[in-house]
């Protein structure tokens, strides 16, 4: 993203954003983790190129408004509409404090539902 100002230009690639957005990620209970990632342990330290897979970031030259795209896997239990709306809300709002970029969409797409590691009977509880 390019944003004309007096003192010059300031450019945040679009890795910077999806580090921000795999970190929001975080905040929302039932997501396990983004498509391609064991687990969020994973971005422990994470450079900001680690963050692209499973979040796909596109800024609109004309507009300078942003799309991001994600791709997670969600705890079985939980109703995959509420969560998937939660991530937009937070994925928008950390982005919008975080870097100043306009949010126009937040693309959620459930790839997988992860089935926690319990035996059947506690499961029935």
Same mark, same amino acid.
């Given at each position: 993203m390019v944003g004309p100002e007096d003192l010059g230009d300031i450019t945040i690639n679009d890795n910077v954003i999806a580090l921000y957005a795999s970190i929001a990620l975080t905040q929302v209970e039932g997501v396990v983790t983004l498509s391609g990632k064991s687990s969020f342990s994973d971005y422990v330290g994470a450079k900001s190129k680690d963050a692209e897979k499973g979040i796909n970031v596109s800024i609109d030259k004309a507009t300078n408004l942003c799309t991001i795209n994600v791709e997670v896997n969600i705890y079985?239990? *939980?109703?995959?509409?509420? =969560?998937?709306?939660?991530?937009?809300?937070?994925?928008?709002?950390?982005?919008?404090? *975080?870097?100043?970029?306009? =949010?126009e969409r937040v693309n959620v797409t459930v790839r997988d539902v992860i089935v926690p590691d319990q035996p059947r009977a506690e499961l029935k509880k």
């Open positions: 079985y239990g *939980y109703n995959l509409y509420d =969560v998937a709306r939660q991530i937009q809300r937070q994925v928008k709002n950390a982005v919008e404090n *975080y870097t100043g970029v306009t =949010v």
